[in-house]
């Protein structure tokens, strides 16, 4: 279950409009991406700012022993959130790693006023709705070129690299499927908190742009495939990548999976 705790009782009701924005916009990270589905963060909604922690309880330290599926995770759902922050015209300054004495805490969503709803951001929170990792065929052709130039840029709009691979680059790959493969400077966490953010942007342009998507976690899961490596950029790092293709047959379905619902933290109570 995915946890939102609002500070001192009643305060949520009292903050009105605010606090119930901030609120509604956090619903939207229930769609975002995560390792296994664990969902492993918790957000806390302080009058005029979210709060978004690592919930390390979630861990699955088999498959992710340092910890970097759980803050891509969390990437992606701080992006799913800045998306529905954008598209209603909620205005956020954003503190990454703001110096709290809580190590967990990640992110700062400080709320600034009403501002002009981003462009495309309303195609992006639409996306989030409908989008699912999508295990169909890709046989419906190639993706063109001007699609990947637009995932490419939506990863480096949000401070990650990316490039893209086909399939007639890779042996034993389906041809009509191409790769986004996000990389970073480096392998801190806030590298992979950035790679995360990059994963939710791909994936929502890419369904915005009508194309079929799934995250392909296992390509960068040895840590020896997270080396830097003849990459378009020397010294960068490959984090995650997704697959990208045009949708497979009529009447096919995508694969989906049940979303966690949201409680509050116990002693805490929903917002009016």
Known sequence: ?????????????????????????????????????????????????????????????????????????????????????AAEGVGVDILRFPGSSDPDLLTELRYTGPVERAPRSGALYRAIAVRRSDQRPIVGGFVPGRDLTLLREAAEQVGAGAYTLTGQELPGSVNE???????????????????????????????????????????????????????????????AAIRVGVAGRVGDRPVTQPRAPVVPAPGTQEPS
Request: proline share 5%; net charge positive.
């Open 1 to 85: 279950m995915v946890t939102i705790h609002y500070t001192a009782g009643g305060v949520a009701a009292r903050a009105g409009a605010v606090s119930r924005s901030l609120t509604q916009a956090t619903f939207a990270a229930l769609s975002a991406p995560s390792v296994s589905d664990t969902q492993p963060w918790r957000w806390r909604i302080n009058e005029d700012r979210i709060e978004l922690y690592a919930d390390w309880r979630r861990q699955l330290a088999d498959i992710d022993p340092d910890g970097r599926l759980l803050l891509i995770s969390c990437g992606a759902a701080l992006h799913h959130t800045r998306v529905a922050l």
């Open 177 to 239: 499927t191409a790769y986004v493969v996000i990389t970073t400077p480096g392998v801190a966490r806030n590298d992979w908190l950035t790679a995360g953010e990059a994963v939710s942007a791909v994936l929502l342009t890419a369904v915005a742009a009508g194309l079929a998507t799934a995250s392909v976690s296992d390509v960068t899961a040895i840590a020896r495939h997270r080396a830097p490596r003849r990459l378009p950029a020397a010294g960068r790092y490959p984090a």
